[in-house]
């Protein structure tokens, strides 16, 4: 009995793959506005926009992705970075933004976090991005405690070539 649960679980790791998808190239996206609780966005639920360029670099499973244009302006005024980090497990992006502008509103002081998870499929990614408050924690701050602002995303990067 032991000897068989051995061999179904080296089987099982052989057939899994410990290697990140390539999620490299400069990807075209529509955004979505899904929801606007805080506004941190400054566009309403519902609100669609096209053409946003991203370029994502790749060393292992270690990710960048930079926003480029008035998309990628308006991520640094928020946040302070054009640039999501991250990793990339199988065929699965999980990146962030710090935020690093400062805010206050009373006694509340804040920064907006960014939050992007996405899923490559092929040529096409999608996924959403997720904006939240990082506070002091002060009575002041009310619902940046709580609210989030969430944006989906969907897009292709040209064909790659299979090897």
């Known amino acids: 009995m032991r000897k068989t649960a051995f061999i179904l679980a080296l089987l099982a790791g052989a057939c899994g793959s410990d290697t990140p998808a390539n999620v490299a190239g400069t990807y075209t996206l529509a955004l979505t506005v899904e929801q606007n609780q805080c506004g941190i966005l400054t566009n309403d639920a519902g609100t669609t926009s096209r053409g946003a360029t991203v370029v994502v670099t790749q060393d292992g499973s270690n990710v960048t992705a930079q926003?480029?244009?008035?998309?990628?302006?308006?991520?640094?005024?928020?946040?302070?970075?054009?640039?999501?980090?991250?990793?990339?497990?199988?065929?699965?992006?999980?990146?962030?933004?710090?935020?690093?502008?400062?805010g206050s509103s009373g006694t509340c002081a804040f920064t907006r976090n960014a939050h992007l998870v996405g899923k490559l499929e092929g040529d096409s990614l999608s996924g959403s991005v997720t904006y939240t408050y990082a506070t002091n924690n002060a009575p002041d701050c009310g619902t940046r405690e709580t609210c989030q602002d969430i944006q989906l995303f969907d897009g292709a990067r040209p064909p790659t070539v299979s090897s």
């Open 67 to 102: 926003v480029q244009g008035a998309a990628g302006l308006g991520l640094s005024l928020i946040a302070g970075s054009d640039t999501f980090t991250g990793k990339v497990s199988d065929h699965s992006l999980d990146l962030s933004i710090i935020g690093t502008v400062a």
